[in-house]
Nanobody
Framework: QVQLQESGPGLVKPSQTLSLTCTVS??????????WSWVRQAPGKGLEWMGV???????SYSPSLKSRTSISRDTSKNQFSLQLSSVTPDDTAVYYC????????????WGNGTLVTVSS
């Protein structure tokens, strides 16, 4: 059974960098053809895809967030991480990690989500 768990600060100040980690259990993040994504949902809005890292380390980012987003991984810990720089209150959202296909929406697994509030 594959499980994903997000972790990181729940409060970030404006202009700082938001950092979250997703710990995967039950499968390896290097399993062939699997990809691991970050998706967020701001209050009152729909899901927004942020980016993905594949089993081989390739990454892809949302064009609207690309300049501020970085996704990396630690294969020794079976984790992948999100960094979002220069945050504003508009980045307040529930952040989810997900696993499955490279294409947005093709997910087999989801984390429970973690609320990150951007506020001074």
């Amino acid at each position: 059974q594959v499980q994903l768990q997000e972790s990181g600060p729940g409060l970030v100040k404006p202009s700082q960098t938001l950092s979250l980690t997703c710990t995967v259990s039950g499968d390896s993040i290097t399993t062939s053809y699997y990809a691991w994504s970050w998706v967020r949902q701001a209050p009152g809005k729909g899901l927004e895809w942020m980016g993905v890292i594949a089993y081989d380390g390739r990454t892809s980012y949302s064009p609207s967030l690309k300049s501020r987003t970085s996704i990396s991984r630690d294969t020794s810990k079976n984790q992948f991480s999100l960094q979002l720089s220069s945050v504003t209150p508009d980045d307040t959202a529930v952040y989810y990690c997900a696993g499955g296909g490279w294409t947005y929406g093709q997910y087999d697994y989801w984390g429970n989500g973690t609320l990150v509030t951007v506020s001074s």
